[in-house]
């Protein structure tokens, strides 16, 4: 049964609000799958099952693959079990995917994977709560709002705080655009497929992830801004000092943010690191 004719069943209604818009075409559905090219046993994790598509269509695909699926929305309990019946590999998690442990599920004894067409209004949390597991997914594979995956592939000059962080676990590429027709209801923008390889090991020399990241946020802080301001402003530095870490770093103080490449923001987390240890 497609998603439209479950939802009937149970006289429930997509809630905007919750980003309810369902995938119901076969072959966009076949295409998510065989882009994650997860092997059979791997772990897997689905943001949002929504009524249970993606969820069946992996199931059966992968039998013995631990499948977790975290769904917010508890009036699609019944309609779940109904659809997920078949499939004891399937676990279904009712709560906000961003105050799920992924730690938990997701322990280092085997590889796993995130295959989701996720709620579009959390799409930059989604990806931050993702990567911050300990262990990460080796490939994330999500449908997402296709102008937010342009985003997150764009090449310096056009990055961004979300395209950084992307890049710095893995390797973005958009597979396909996806029409509205393909969902029930309709969204209002067209959406993709983004596939993500996760780097195996960090692609810049950093000294911690978490100076790196603090980083960034600071470049970004201020839009359109000169990174002097940005990062004196962001790491609550005089702009001398501000002037002294991008020299360092051998950045132009004017440059801006969205010009800079993974590795010259490691450049400068490192001249950052010298100037403030821990
Ligand atoms: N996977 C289904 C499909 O392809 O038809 C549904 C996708 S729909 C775009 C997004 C799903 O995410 C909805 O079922 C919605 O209820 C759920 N959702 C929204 N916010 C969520 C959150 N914070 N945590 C977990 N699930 C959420």
């Known amino acids: 049964m497609n998603p439209k004719q479950l939802m009937d069943q149970y006289q429930l209604e997509p809630r905007?609000?919750?980003?309810?818009?369902?995938?119901?075409?076969?072959?966009?559905?076949d295409k998510i799958i065989k882009t994650a090219d997860a092997q059979n046993g791997e772990r897997l994790l689905e943001v949002g099952p929504g009524t249970g598509a993606l969820t069946v269509k992996l199931a059966e695909s992968h039998p013995d693959s631990p499948i977790v699926a975290v769904e917010i929305d508890r009036r699609l309990e019944p309609v779940l079990s109904q659809t997920l019946a078949p499939y004891p590999n399937v676990r279904v998690i009712y709560e906000d995917f961003l105050r799920v442990n992924l730690n938990e599920h997701f322990p280092p004894d085997r590889a796993w994977k995130v295959v989701a067409n996720i709620p579009y209004y959390i799409t930059s949390d989604i990806?931050?709560?993702i990567f911050a597991c300990q262990h990460r997914p080796n490939r994330v594979v999500l449908t997402l709002q296709f102008e937010i995956g342009e985003r997150i592939c764009a090449k310096p000059n056009e990055m961004s705080r979300l395209a950084v962080m992307v890049q710095f676990y893995?390797?973005?590429q958009l597979v396909a655009k996806l029409p509205s027709a393909v969902f029930w209801p309709r969204p209002e923008v067209d959406s993709a497929i983004l596939r993500v390889e996760t780097h195996p090991t960090p692609p810049i020399d950093i000294p911690s992830e978490k100076l790196f990241f603090q980083v960034v946020k600071a470049g970004f802080s201020q839009k359109r801004k000169q990174l002097r301001n940005s990062l004196s402003s962001g790491l609550a530095l005089s702009g001398a000092v501000a002037d002294q870490l991008l020299q360092q770093a051998q950045l132009d103080p004017k440059r801006r943010a969205e010009t800079l490449t993974l590795e010259e923001w490691g450049q400068l987390t490192r001249a950052v690191a010298?100037?403030?240890p821990d």
Do not use: A, C, I, Y
């Open 170 to 172: 893995g390797q973005p």
């Open 127 to 129: 990806l931050w709560q």
């Open 16 to 29: 905007k609000g919750l980003g309810q818009n369902f995938l119901h075409d076969p072959n966009m559905l």
């Open 274 to 276: 010298e100037h403030m």
